[in-house]
């Protein structure tokens, strides 16, 4: 039986964003056709609130998908769509800003620990200048698998399958098809996730320290994997692994900031329409 190979390791790099949330960007931007249909992964994590408090004041997004998981802390969703909800410890939040949606993320708390990701997946051209959307998920919306060996997998997206147990996630998206899922490895167990042929894979390791085929991948490391063959994971001390999976769209990306379309012109008409006040009509 192949494996899928391990084409690319990186650790997350310090950012900030927002009104200066200190952050790991794992990836964004450069070389982000490698993680097609993915844009970006953010990893915010403290107990300073000096590093979070400012959060997200509104801004606009156009072209794109936001998926916020929310490990622990509280933070409040509103747009101008009338949109508004509390994101908690478990939590998902899901927003298509599509034609467009100026949003605002800002904490709920001004002290303890605050942790999550926020992840963006592209939208096929089609459905770019489609309606935006939102949904809050509660943690107990968010479907869980736990394996014989007690790993548990929260199923944000897509099919956790691993040839037993077999859960559908939350939110499931025909082009893009992508899997989300926080996979929690208890100190000596393993976990073959089955992913079909052709969906781009990637493991961010969050905690402890976890086995790729065999390879071991440490705390804060994000590996890239080929489109085909098995998934094996293990870890000897426990681990905790968020794994993105998703059906390249093989698309033009022109990024300008929140902004994700398919050439420079798309990218002029959103500034516009940003600065002129027609956005997301």
Same mark, same amino acid.
Do not use: C
């Given at each position: 039986?192949?494996?899928?190979?391990?084409?690319?390791?990186?650790?997350?790099?310090?950012?900030?964003d927002?009104a200066?949330?200190n952050?790991?960007?794992v990836?964004?931007?450069?070389?982000?056709?490698?993680?097609?249909?993915?844009?970006m992964?953010?990893?915010?994590?403290?107990?300073?609130?000096d590093?979070?408090?400012?959060?997200?004041?509104?801004?606009?997004?156009?072209?794109?998908?936001?998926?916020?998981?929310?490990i622990?802390?509280?933070?409040?969703?509103?747009?101008?769509l009338?949109n508004?909800?509390?994101l908690q410890?478990?939590?998902?939040?899901?927003?298509t800003?599509a034609?467009?949606?100026?949003?605002?993320?800002?904490?709920?708390?001004?002290?303890?620990?605050?942790r999550?990701f926020?992840?963006?997946?592209?939208?096929p051209?089609?459905?770019?200048?489609?309606?935006p959307?939102y949904r809050?998920f509660?943690?107990?919306?968010?479907? +869980?698998? @736990?394996?014989?060996?007690g790993?548990? =997998? $929260?199923?944000? %997206?897509?099919?956790?399958?691993?040839?037993? /147990?077999?859960r559908?996630g939350?939110?499931?998206?025909?082009?893009?098809?992508?899997h989300?899922?926080?996979?929690q490895?208890p100190?000596?167990?393993?976990?073959?996730?089955?992913?079909?042929d052709?969906?781009?894979a990637?493991?961010?390791v969050?905690?402890?320290?976890?086995?790729?085929?065999?390879?071991?991948?440490?705390?804060? +490391?994000? @590996?890239?994997?080929?489109?085909?063959? =098995? $998934?094996?994971? %293990?870890?000897?001390g426990?681990?905790?692994v /968020?794994l993105?999976a998703?059906?390249?769209?093989?698309?033009?990306i022109?990024?300008?900031?929140?902004?994700?379309m398919?050439s420079?012109?798309?990218i002029?008409?959103?500034?516009?329409d940003y600065?002129?006040?027609?956005f997301?009509?």
């Open positions: 039986m192949s494996h899928r190979q391990i084409l690319e390791q990186r650790p997350g790099q310090p950012a900030s927002g200066g949330v952050l790991t960007r990836f964004a931007e450069q070389g982000v056709p490698r993680f097609d249909p993915f844009l992964l953010d990893e915010f994590g403290s107990a300073n609130p590093d979070y408090v400012a959060g997200f004041p509104a801004h606009p997004h156009r072209g794109f998908e936001t998926i916020t998981y929310m622990e802390g509280r933070m409040r969703h509103e747009d101008h009338g508004s909800g509390l410890n478990g939590g998902v939040q899901w927003m800003a034609r467009g949606i100026v949003h605002s993320e800002m904490p709920e708390q001004e002290e303890g620990v605050m999550g926020q992840i963006w997946l592209n939208l051209a089609k459905d770019k200048m489609g309606d959307g809050d509660d943690p107990a919306e968010i479907p +869980r698998a @736990v394996t014989a060996q790993v548990e =997998a $929260l199923v944000i %997206a897509g099919r956790f399958d691993d040839g037993q /147990l077999v559908d939350a939110v499931q998206r025909p082009h893009t098809e992508p989300i899922f926080d996979l490895l100190a000596g167990s393993q976990v073959a996730p089955r992913l079909a052709g969906l781009r990637m493991l961010y969050y905690e402890g320290e976890l086995q790729v085929n065999g390879s071991a991948i440490g705390k804060g +490391r994000l @590996v890239r994997l080929s489109e085909q063959g =098995a $998934l094996e994971l %293990a870890s000897a426990g681990a905790k /968020l993105l998703g059906r390249p769209l093989g698309e033009p022109v990024q300008y900031g929140p902004f994700v398919n420079r012109e798309e002029e008409q959103a500034l516009r600065r002129d006040g027609r997301g009509v």
